[in-house]
């Protein structure tokens, strides 16, 4: 069982990065991390990929009822989604210190999706700042890269090895690891077109999005998102971008691709992370509509301007 700190103190918040080897570990340390939980009455989140899920429900027995469980491969899909579902979670239990378990990285995401979790993985620090939380993030040193490994010594101010819970020498702050996540986006295969528009073309930028898609893999629905997701992008470009933008679109071997270039800024890191409140007139409500409907979602934002890579799979 894994002695972590407590996170009964108002404000605080603890996230430990725990490397595992095999099966019996991660049981040991993820169910132990749980059982510790419900044994204090805290309420429990565990997001994880499905068969781990599967394996620690069973490790658990009668009290595996007592926590929240969610596939994060299915959650997690896109990793700009994971952070409000975490803060909803945390926000239905206000007043106790909520326990939460998130693993965004597995062996088979592709290198784009492990940047963005990543990225992810350090706005945790910025977004549960003060909030009174312990997210345990798993990382399976055998099936992942030794890269991945080094990264959440950055991401995460502990680390737990060998049932011992220390501070990680490495750990640097968000800023730091969200710059070194804004890598060079690759060029497609084959090129592709760009699509200028301005004030007064949103819609022509829909009919572009939809005739295109409708000689792509896409099915009706998964259609029907990314036009929706670009036509948000596209409006965004007009209001907070310069009045103006480019897309391009291309195919890839698992669905669509959408980038959606501009003179916009990206001034707050955590914009459409968090869930927009209902009253607000903006609140990055665009960008969170982009993320829900998208697979993945790539952000890059420069002194030149921002840049959003938009992708839908075919399924």
Not at 109 to 136: M, P, Y
Not at 167 to 193: M, Y
């Amino acid at each position: 069982m894994i002695n972590l700190p407590a996170c009964n103190t108002p404000g605080a918040f603890v996230h430990p990065a725990l490397f595992y080897q095999g099966q019996a570990e991660y049981l040991a340390g993820v169910g132990g991390f749980v059982r510790t939980a419900l044994e204090a009455d805290e309420p429990v989140l565990v997001a994880v990929p499905g068969p781990r899920l599967d394996a620690l429900r069973e490790s658990l027995d009668a009290t595996a009822a007592a926590v929240t469980w969610t596939d994060m491969t299915q959650l997690g899909r896109n990793p700009g989604r994971i952070l409000a579902a975490l803060h909803d979670f945390a926000d239905r239990h206000v007043g106790r210190p909520a326990r939460i378990v998130g693993e965004p990285i597995w062996a088979g995401r592709s290198q784009a999706e492990v940047t963005e979790a990543t990225r992810h993985e350090a706005l945790i620090n910025t977004a549960f700042a003060g909030r009174q939380a312990t997210i345990l993030c798993p990382y399976d040193v055998l099936g992942l890269s030794a890269a991945v490994v080094s990264d959440a010594r950055r991401t995460h101010p502990t680390v737990v090895e060998e049932g011992k819970d220390l501070p990680s020498p490495e750990h640097v702050d968000a800023s730091s690891v969200c710059t070194d996540c804004d890598l060079p986006l690759p060029e497609p295969d084959g090129g592709a077109s760009w699509f200028p528009y301005t004030h007064g073309e949103l819609g022509e930028v829909r009919s572009y999005v939809e005739a295109w898609a409708r000689g792509s893999a896409l099915n009706a629905a998964r259609r029907g998102d990314l036009v929706l997701a670009v036509s948000e992008a596209a409006a965004n470009s007009l209001a907070h971008g310069g009045g103006r933008g480019r897309l391009r679109l291309w195919s890839t071997g698992a669905g669509a691709v959408a980038e959606i270039r501009d003179d916009g800024r990206l001034a707050d890191p955590l914009a459409g992370r968090r869930r927009p409140a209902l009253a607000s007139a903006n609140g990055g409500r665009g960008l969170w509509m982009i993320h829900q409907l998208c697979d993945l979602v790539e952000i890059r934002a420069s002194d030149s301007g921002l840049t959003l890579r938009l992708h839908t799979a075919t399924s």
